[in-house]
């Protein structure tokens, strides 16, 4: 029985409304759509996918949207007397008429068109055809001159004075009555069974028994005016409700019977809508609220009496009733006295509802739109939404859950995720997606047992079969065709390399003031151009491609300088996406100061004057040295307003990894070391030395002096810590321990002796007196850190660096005092002098000693001051244990 009734179903169009005239999916583009002429006389594809056109007034080339006249001369892509694919058949003379056929590769049916229109065969040598197009069903003209299939599958015939047809599929197909006067359709019914449609019109009803295919009908003025609803178990216990009331429609028992209208069993108020649930109980909305009719025939009123219910919907073990308060629930055993609200809707009349498998209600209003009403949460959708009216007259969920919606100006399909929780996107179906009858009629629509969907309009009904959507395999060819520059047409030339066959600038560069572009691009689509849907993303900018949009063109402002590549994609009216974007690279350049030579050189101008007022400051007598403050002050507040310039100011200053610390938390936190030696170094009289120069002078020996000890920390890997004066300090095993830390530091000690001497031997040959230097050093824990709020310094502290500068106090011009604690790590690399116990400040008694050389096995000159390869070789075992 299932098989019978699914192979029937579709002949139920027919069947059911078989006095109304059918209406096919055909869209009719004429002179006034763009067509050159009225007359198509052949029709071709090229390579691209565009349509070609041949009429009596001119080529044109068409793209599923618009009509574009092709220049004479240009070369139609197939010869004229053959512009078919190569299963058409040319047409033949019987000298009566000429006929031209077609044989369809992706559905193998035969189509034949002549003078009187088009017939489609199920295969060539069929008897009968399974349909036929001619002018009273959609054909511009019966007068047919060509036929043609593009590469999607849609059927393209051209007429004689009737333009170019477009004919897609019979997934959409309307009914209406041509003169007859139950053109609207008001309410709908199908059996439980599925063996019973009936359709109530305005003044009769059309029914079929299935699979018998046994139809009928009636007609004249009911009692109490138009049926609204129609409501029961089974065949032989069906209720009709009008204006007046429930009356019985008997004689559907059996296919044999003679319909007629029944006695009234109810007779207090209209009917608006009704249901039947899984038990055989009818349920009707009516102007006095709600009434039930039992099995047995029985009827009760369910509720208040006080409010009008104008809509209902099943819900678990409740029906739910929408009324013009809001909506409410009542339990299906008719158990409640009063109904039980849920959904307050103020001044919004509910107008129909439905309820989903995921319990979502959705409800229809007369003038506020569609609302779901959700776990006690509501969500809107309106005009503003892309509906197109708020005055919502039907609502129905298909076979996969999605939710149809019909206004007075057209239907909607709101395309919903798994779970029923997001709306992904709303498609509207009107004129234009073959939906003639645009203006639903309140609660006439139904789900069919195949999974069609039925809708009553003012123009008749509408059968929507999904399974017979055309699936389009090819997908939107993607093209940028405009761009604007603030929304302006502008001489590209200036900025680009030169301008492209497409009218788009080529290796366009725009300055940056030139940062506001406008994007225009289209998807070629022939089966349906309205259906074609977009994503675009602009590299250089967009992480992730944008949500899926319908308009074809988008606008960026604002953008930075940089390297941008506009892409967009394409999706048909099938899903399918085209798999290359389209795309468009350009450049937006950087204002001249923010280019990197710019930059660079202002970081390298900013730093060397730095520097030199750095070097400056602390020779400077006390006027001159709170001078220099206030421009170091004022270059620094420059300095921090670029993040480049301020880093490298900073690893100037502070050691790597406090400079990394510092930029992370706004702060550098102290350490303590276990383990460091620290050197002190001064030149011995220099206060008697500085009153014979000029303090310039003063600060140039003294630089020549500390940037060759500067060159030797380098080589030495020990931190200079500051210079006080003629006082030269560093660190070695800061900022990063380091198990050679004491024989770097009398390495270092050591090359600063030779250093010295060799440049005091230069000052002696110029006439000038020499500067002896005394240098001390000691080892052991300290704590290291910056100190300072706005002028930041990397300092020690603690009894080892006090200790170290005893040693330089204490020792001896060209030599290099130590303590013990230095004395242990390097006893066995260099040879010292004992000077037995000196008595330090505050500390008493410290042994130490002069280190005199090197020991001749590590020494790689005559007087041991330089490490020879074996002793390097030998630190550089000892670090990287």
Same mark, same amino acid.
């Given at each position: *029985? ?14 059911? &409304? ?5 209406q ?16 198509v ?53 019987d ?7 077609? @044989? ?18 199920p295969q ?23 036929l ?41 019914y ?27 009908? *009636? ?15 089974? #065949? ?34 209209p ?16 102007g ?43 339990? &299906? ?13 103020? #001044? ?20 506020a ?10 969500q ?40 029923q ?13 073959s939906?003639?009858?645009i ?6 629509? *139904? ?5 069609? =969907?039925?809708?009553?309009t003012?123009?008749g ?9 055309l *699936?389009?395999?090819?997908p ?9 520059l603030?929304?302006?047409h ?12 497409d ?28 259906? @074609? ?22 606008t960026?402002?604002? &953008? ?71 421009? @170091? ?7 921090t ?5 301020s880093?490298? =100011? ?5 050691p790597?990894?406090?400079a ?6 706004g ?52 931190? #200079?810590? #500051? ?7 560093c ?12 024989l ?31 240098? $001390?050093l ?14 930041f ?10 200790l ?9 011009? $060209? ?9 242990r ?9 004992a ?8 500390? $008493?008694?410290?042994e130490?000693w002069?280190?005199d ?23 550089q ?5």
């Amino acid at each position: *029985m299932l098989f019978l009734r699914t192979i029937a179903l579709p002949c139920l169009c027919l069947l059911v &409304l078989r006095a109304m005239a059918q209406q096919y999916d055909i869209r009719v583009f004429g002179v006034e759509d763009g067509l050159p002429g009225s007359t198509v006389t052949a029709i071709a594809q090229d390579s691209t996918g565009f349509l070609w056109v041949r009429t009596d007034g001119g080529d044109c080339r068409f793209d599923g949207r618009n009509f574009r006249d092709v220049p004479l001369g240009s070369s139609f892509p197939i010869p004229t007397p053959l512009a078919m694919p190569p299963t058409a058949i040319p047409g033949v003379d019987d000298g009566l008429r000429t006929t031209c056929t077609l @044989v369809s590769p992706r559905t193998n049916r035969y189509w034949q068109g002549t003078e009187t229109g088009v017939q489609v065969f199920p295969q060539r040598k069929a008897p009968e055809p399974l349909f036929k197009l001619y002018w009273g069903n959609g054909l511009g003209s019966n007068d047919i001159t060509c036929l043609f299939e593009d590469s999607s599958g849609v059927m393209w015939i051209g007429t004689r004075q009737g333009g170019l047809n477009r004919y897609i599929s019979d997934a959409v197909l309307q009914f209406g009555r041509e003169g007859g006067s139950y053109a609207k359709v008001m309410s709908m019914y199908r059996s439980a069974a599925g063996d019973l449609r009936i359709m109530a019109g305005e003044n009769g009803i059309a029914y079929a028994h299935l699979p018998a295919g046994i139809t009928g009908s *009636m007609e004249g003025l009911w009692p109490g005016g138009t049926i609204r609803a129609i409501m029961g178990p089974g #065949k032989k216990q069906l209720y009709a409700g009008n204006d007046e009331g429930i009356f019985h429609l008997e004689g559907f028992g059996s296919p044999h019977e003679n319909p007629s209208i029944g006695p009234f069993i109810y007779q207090e108020a209209p009917v608006f809508a009704a249901l039947t649930d899984v038990r055989g109980s009818s349920w009707a909305a009516t102007g006095k609220g709600l009434i039930t009719i039992a099995p047995t025939s029985e009827w009760l009123h369910v509720g208040q009496d006080t409010l009008a219910a104008c809509a209902l919907a099943f819900h678990g073990d409740s029906i739910l009733i929408g009324t013009h308060q809001g909506l409410y629930a009542a339990p &299906l055993d008719n158990s409640a006295a009063n109904w039980t609200p849920i959904f307050h809707a103020g #001044k919004e009349d509910i107008t129909c509802l439905a309820v989903d498998r995921a319990d979502n209600v959705w409800i229809g209003t007369a003038d506020a739109g569609v609302v779901r009403y959700r776990n006690g949460t509501t969500q809107r959708w309106t005009k503003e939404s892309g509906l197109a009216s708020d005055r919502i007259r039907q609502l129905l969920l298909d076979a996969y859950q999605n939710l149809w919606v019909g206004t007075d100006r057209g239907f909607h399909l709101f395309e919903l995720d798994e779970l029923q929780e997001q709306v992904i996107d709303i498609t509207s179906y009107g004129t234009a997606e073959s939906f003639p009858g645009i203006e639903a009629m309140p609660n006439a629509c *139904m789900l069919d047992a195949d999974s069609s =969907l039925w809708f009553g309009t003012t123009r008749g009904t509408i059968r929507f079969d999904p399974r017979k959507v055309l *699936m389009d395999p090819v997908p939107p060819r993607t093209r940028i065709i405009d761009l604007t520059l603030f929304f302006e047409h502008p001489d590209w030339t200036p900025w680009c390399d030169s301008i492209g066959r497409d009218g788009l600038p080529i290796a366009l560069r725009l300055p940056h003031a030139k940062n506001h572009l406008t994007f225009s691009f289209s998807g070629l689509s022939l089966a349906y151009p309205e259906k @074609v849907r977009f994503q675009y993303k602009l590299d250089g900018r967009d992480a992730d491609w944008s949500p899926i949009i319908r308009e074809d063109q988008v606008t960026f402002s604002g &953008l930075e300088p940089g390297e941008y590549t506009f892409l967009v994609k394409a999706r048909n009216g099938s899903g399918v996406w085209n798999d290359e974007p389209a795309r468009f690279a350009f450049v937006i350049t950087p204002p001249f100061w923010a280019t990197t030579p710019f930059r660079a050189t202002g970081a390298a101008v900013l730093l060397l004057g730095f520097i030199g007022v750095q070097r400056l400051r602390d020779r400077r007598q006390r006027k001159a040295r709170e001078r220099l403050e206030r421009i @170091v002050a004022t270059r620094t507040q420059e300095l921090t307003e670029e993040k480049h310039r301020s880093d490298t =100011l900073l690893l100037n200053i502070l050691p790597e990894t406090t400079a990394a610390e510092l930029k992370e938390r706004g702060s550098a936190q102290a350490r303590s070391y276990a383990d460091c030696t620290v050197l002190f170094s001064d030149f011995q009289g220099f206060t008697v030395l500085s009153e014979r120069y000029e303090a310039t002078g003063i600060v140039t020996e003294l630089d020549r002096f500390f940037r060759a000890f500067d060159r030797i920390t380098d080589k030495y890997g020990t931190e #200079k810590i #500051k210079t006080i004066g003629d006082a030269y300090m560093c660190a070695s095993g800061v900022p990063e321990p380091s198990p050679t830390h004491a024989l770097d530091a009398v390495l270092m000690a050591l090359e600063m002796l030779n250093v010295v001497d060799h440049i005091n031997a230069q000052r002696i040959s110029e006439g000038d007196p020499a500067w002896p230097i005394r240098i $001390g050093l000691n080892s052991g824990p300290l704590i290291a850190g910056v100190v300072g709020e706005k002028k930041f310094a990397y300092d020690v502290w603690g009894d080892t660096v006090n200790l170290a500068s005893r040693m330089e106090s204490n020792g001896a011009p $060209g030599r290099v005092n130590v303590t013990g604690n230095v004395m242990r790590h390097v006893e066995a690399y260099v040879i010292s002098e004992a000077r037995g116990k000196v008595n330090i400040k505050g500390k $008493g008694e410290v042994e130490s000693w002069f280190i005199d050389r090197l020991r001749p096995e590590f020494s790689a000159d005559e007087r041991g001051r330089t490490a020879n390869t074996e002793l390097m070789d030998l630190r550089q075992r000892i670090r990287v244990r």
